[in-house]
């Protein structure tokens, strides 16, 4: 991604699936950031500066497959 000028930056709310996230995909030298779904402040700051619905419509635009998931009930 790097090479086609895309700067990479994960965000979730866990830092151990983050960190096995980007290894799985080769991604262990992407930022990464934690926040939870219940932290506004905290969501707006790991995405500052970032264009993620942008990010996201091309890598669907490539056939890059992608999800995001729910935060687990009770």
Not at 13 to 22: M, S
Not at 25 to 52: I, P
Request: charged share 30%; aromatic share 4%; with cysteine.
């Amino acid at each position: 991604m790097k090479a086609r000028g895309v700067e990479a930056v994960l965000v979730g709310r866990d830092p151990v699936r983050l960190a096995r996230a980007a290894a799985s995909v080769g991604f262990v030298h992407v930022e990464k950031r934690v926040a939870t779904v219940d932290d506004q402040a905290g969501l707006v700051e790991a995405l500052r500066g970032c264009d993620a619905l942008d990010f996201l419509d091309d890598l669907a635009r490539r056939g890059i497959r992608w999800s995001i998931e729910e935060p687990p009930a009770g």
